[in-house]
């Protein structure tokens, strides 16, 4: 009641520690209360949570993964490497095999130090992976990243490659001042970058 109509408390850096202990407060007031008492108080916390939830599914701006993962197989050839630099790449695997493209998909991953491998990811720096593919030398590679403002260095490709396109999807704000003014902007960025002869 209190995040529904004064300040909004059910967030995820106060929910993380706060739950449990809420839910075993809940838990022990419903099965101290009378009965019919304790159903009318199930029924109103039930019927307040669905709400919440309800609103967040409705208002809440997401990152286009559905439209990033279509334009970027619709412009890229099966061959043409594809490097993932993503914080948090479950959105983008599940796009890809949710669109049928898992055979198309052969992405890379740098290794990130907070957290578990995918499938798919090699126990590699960032470097590392632009040395390998600098090494390739293929005719284009595609570059993902998102929820970064400003696009890191591209190391040993920046000598042998220009960037020829890239393609953006705001989830925040279509107004690109406010969108970078904004801390919490949301960015999926897909760039194609061709050798130089």
Known sequence: IVSLCIAP???PKYLIMSVPALQLAAAVSLTRAPRRLGFASAALLIGLAALR????YRVQRKEPWREAVRSLFARRHDSEPLLLELPCPEPFAYY????????????????RD?????????ALTRSAVLTELAHEAPARIWIVRNRSQQPPSLGPLAARYRLE?????????EDWER???????RVISLRSF???P
Not at 53 to 56: F, K, P, R
Not at 99 to 109: D, E, K, T, V
């Open 179 to 185: 969108l970078f003014a904004d801390d919490g902007a």
């Open 9 to 11: 408390m059910l967030l």
């Open 194 to 196: 061709t050798r130089v």
């Open 165 to 173: 396109s890239e393609q953006r999807f705001a989830s925040i704000a």
């Open 53 to 56: 939830v309800e609103h967040g």
């Open 96 to 111: 890809v095999q949710r669109l049928g493209l898992s055979q198309r998909a052969a992405a890379r991953w740098p290794a």
């Open 114 to 122: 907070w957290a578990f491998l995918v499938t798919e990811e090699r």
